[in-house]
């Protein structure tokens, strides 16, 4: 049985009705028109083309250029929005909460007049290979993961990676914010355990692991298989017998090559696990493994002497991926040490969640259209991706309430699974009517006069470059040529 929330329809409804108030009152100006907005990309039949569309539902009550207004001269508190999602009944793996964080991009490729873009990775479909950069402008989102088989995710923040952004800084700076406020809306308590953190191998794990050490989170990352860790330094006993003529002991071990199995000792905890779509999983987990870290790039700054990160390095074998394609093995670090067995399955088991994000970043793009606006503003691509947030999670609380609006030929819904995020949008239309409304009634209005027939525009907008306006020093040379 498949549950996202354990509440009942009643408080369902409840939950939905307090988050459509307090959502209104996150906004200002245009308010009633954002709010309408967001009512509209719930209530569209099919996928979002383009957003005037939205404008010829029936729950859009305004024209189409109070849509565009909305979302050029709106008004959003992102703060307050931010404590309200952080607030919501959240899932949870066994009582504890588990995060994911990745980033998604909003290509914009022919916008040059657009502001702040950067180049933005994009995997090609036929290998590493076929990748390219893409000028864009990439959101950071942070989300909730669920424990069941679901697509369904709950997004607590979005930040837009600027030119001048340091993404490592900016995702730590992110995530301890999030759970900050988790922790201030008593989603988090003393004596619970950690909040997991789950990430992919774009992230610096061990780096963020180090920023965020005074809050209560594990971090989970995935490592490249080129990568090469240190055991711990061996005790002054140990030291003194292998080296009789003394000298100043050493701060690392051994060196642990992932690629070279010879480097491997006895692993100190193994499980295996059968599973549904991969078969037979083993994993092997090592102790007090850490970086040999070096002062350049990302610590080129820290004065002091560099730190000795250890975690627990978990490797992951599966007889075989879905479709029985072949599995390479994965690659896990965790910020935690001493993990019994129960916890290395858990750091692999949550993430493989993590891909659950991946579902939601296709609903925004394919069903809710967050890619579609052609916006030249990238304030207004903020408040839009907002929108699709708040409407992503309204979905998520009419889950228990929504009525299988099923097409004859997709498949029958189990009884007691909750329904896709793309059926639970295809009921909502039946929902809203029996929800709060708090938009007002639109005025009746004339338009404006707009520009004279005959003028022209004599101010032609801007061109602006793509790319980081910042660079860095990665060396510590290159750091003292810039302070000269």
């Known amino acids: 049985m498949s549950v996202l929330v354990p509440v ?3 408080k369902a409804f409840v939950e939905l009705s307090r988050f459509r108030t307090a959502f209104y009152g996150c906004l200002s100006a245009r308010a009633d028109a954002f709010f309408e907005l967001t009512d509209a990309l719930l209530c569209a039949d099919g996928p979002v083309r383009t957003p005037v569309e939205l404008s010829l539902t029936a729950e859009h009550r305004r024209g189409y250029g109070s849509l565009y207004g909305a979302l050029n001269h709106g008004r959003l508190d992102v703060d307050r929005l931010r404590d309200l999602l952080a607030s919501l009944p959240l899932p949870r793996f066994d009582g504890r909460i588990v995060l994911t964080v990745d980033v998604s991009p909003w290509l914009r490729s022919d916008a040059a007049c657009s502001p702040e873009r950067l180049f933005c990775l994009v995997h090609g479909r036929n290998g590493r290979s076929s990748d390219h950069v893409v000028p864009g402008w990439p959101y950071s989102f942070v989300a909730v993961l669920t424990p069941d088989r679901t697509s369904w995710t709950q997004v607590l923040d979005a930040v837009r990676l600027g030119p001048t952004d340091d993404a490592a800084a900016v995702t730590a700076d992110q995530l301890r914010a999030v759970v900050e406020r988790l922790i201030a809306a008593g989603q988090w308590r003393d004596g619970d355990r950690d909040v997991l953190v789950v990430m992919d191998a774009g992230y610096d794990v061990m780096r963020l692991a180090w920023v965020l050490r005074d809050l209560p989170v594990e971090l989970v ?5 080129d990568r090469a860790l240190r055991r711990p330094a061996p005790s002054l006993k140990e030291y003194a017998q292998s080296y009789p003529q003394g000298g100043r002991p050493p ?3 051994k060196e642990f090559s992932l690629a070279r199995p010879e480097s491997w000792p006895e692993p100190s905890v193994v499980t295996v696990n059968d599973t549904l779509r991969y078969g037979k999983a083993e994993a092997q987990a090592w102790d007090r493994l850490h970086p040999k870290l070096q002062q350049r790039s990302a610590w080129i700054d820290h004065d002091s002497e560099l730190p000795i990160i250890e975690g627990t390095l978990v490797r992951l074998n599966v007889d075989h991926l879905p479709r029985d394609r072949e599995a390479p093995p994965v690659w896990l670090w965790s910020s935690a040490t001493g993990c019994s067995p129960a916890d ?3 750091i692999w088991s949550s ?6 994000l991946e579902h939601t970043f296709r609903l925004f793009k394919q069903t809710l259209g967050w890619t579609r606006p052609r916006m030249r503003d990238p304030r207004a691509a903020d408040r839009w991706t907002w929108l699709v947030i708040a409407a992503h999670t309204q979905l998520r609380l ?3 309430l929504a009525v299988d609006q099923r097409k004859p030929w997709e498949k029958v819904t189990r009884p007691g699974t909750v329904l896709t995020p793309t059926r639970v949008r295809r009921g909502f239309r039946h ?3 029996h929800l ?4 007002r009634v639109p005025k009746p209005s004339r338009p404006g006069p707009g520009r004279p027939l005959g003028s022209k525009n004599w101010h032609p907008a801007t061109h602006h470059d793509v790319g980081k306006t910042i660079k860095r020093p990665s060396t510590l040379s290159e750091r003292d040529q810039a302070k000269r």
Do not use: K
Not at 351 to 356: A, G, Q, S, W
Not at 436 to 439: H, S
């Open 221 to 225: 990352g995935r490592l490249r298989s």
């Open 431 to 433: 929902l809203r009517p």
């Open 8 to 10: 009942g329809e009643g």
């Open 398 to 400: 009419a889950a228990p």
């Open 344 to 346: 290395v399955d858990f």
């Open 351 to 356: 993430y493989l969640r993590r891909f659950d």
């Open 436 to 439: 709060p409304c708090p938009a």
């Open 251 to 253: 701060r690392h071990g």
